[in-house]
Structures are given as structure tokens and as C-alpha cells.
């Protein structure tokens, strides 16, 4: 028998809630580690790459706050030069990120607050 657990519907919920959004191409929930706990199918963007990608640019954001004495790193925010598409990883918790692709299509300030109570709530359940 393959039971689904509580934890891995709530989190494909998640995955769901944050695809739903308008311009999201791509999403994961992972630790800081790189270790994938859910993300969306895209042919667009390999979901288990934007993981290993999110944790390596929060990592290097996390040292480079600390070099500089500052608090570590809520989001990062990564903008392309032709203005195609964005990244943006959100810390949620101590040790899990949310990682999204958003197209030029959607509204970067938008995103970011739909993610705020998402965020908020990966944060309690992991």
C-alpha cells in the first residue's frame, strides 16, 4: 500500500497554491542542504536543478551577510538583463527555501507578498 502522509499533501498544497500564481513557471521547497521536500513538474525549468541552484545562492548570500555582520538573507532576488524572467528564493524557516521561476508576466512585489503567508506556514509545519 502507498499512503500519501499529511505532511506530503500539505506540501504538494503548497507547490499548488504558489503554481496557481499567476507568471510562476517553476517552483521547489527544499532545505538549505539542496534536499528537494516538493516541487512542481516543468518541462520549462527543472524543478530538482532550481533546488540544488537555490541552496547554493542562499548559501553564498548567507556568507556574504555574515562577512558583512548583517542578519542572514529573507529573499534573493535574481533579475535577468533582458527582463524574461526572475528568480526569487524565500527563506522559510531556520532551514527550508522556497524557490520560484517567475516570468515577465507577473508582478515581482505581488509574488513576493503571495508568498509571505505560504512562507509563513512551510516555516511552522517543517
Known amino acids: ?13 503548497y507547490i499548488d497554491e504558489i503554481m496557481a500564481f499567476n507568471g510562476i513557471v517553476a517552483c521547489a521547497i ?9 516541487k512542481s513538474e516543468s518541462e520549462r525549468a527543472p524543478s530538482s536543478f532550481l533546488g540544488i541552484t537555490a ?4 548559501a553564498s548570500s548567507e556568507a556574504a ?18 527582463g524574461d524572467g526572475k528568480i526569487l528564493i524565500k527563506s522559510s524557516g531556520r532551514k527550508i527555501l522556497i524557490a520560484t521561476v517567475i516570468n515577465d508576466s507577473a508582478d515581482i512585489n505581488e509574488v513576493r507578498n503571495m508568498l509571505i503567508p505560504i512562507s509563513e506556514k512551510v516555516g511552522e509545519d517543517l
Not at 527544499?30 to 516538493?38: A, W
Not at 541552496?55 to 542562499?58: E, F, L, Q, S, V
Not at 551577510?65 to 533582458?82: A, G, K, M, N, Y
Open 1 to 13: 500500500m502507498n499512503e500519501i502522509g499529511p505532511l506530503k499533501v500539505k506540501i504538494k498544497g
Open 30 to 38: 527544499v532545505t538549505t542542504e539542496g534536499q528537494i521536500i516538493g
Open 55 to 58: 541552496a547554493t545562492m542562499y
Open 65 to 82: 551577510c555574515s562577512t558583512f555582520h548583517i542578519s542572514r538573507p529573507e529573499s534573493i532576488q535574481v533579475d535577468t538583463l533582458s
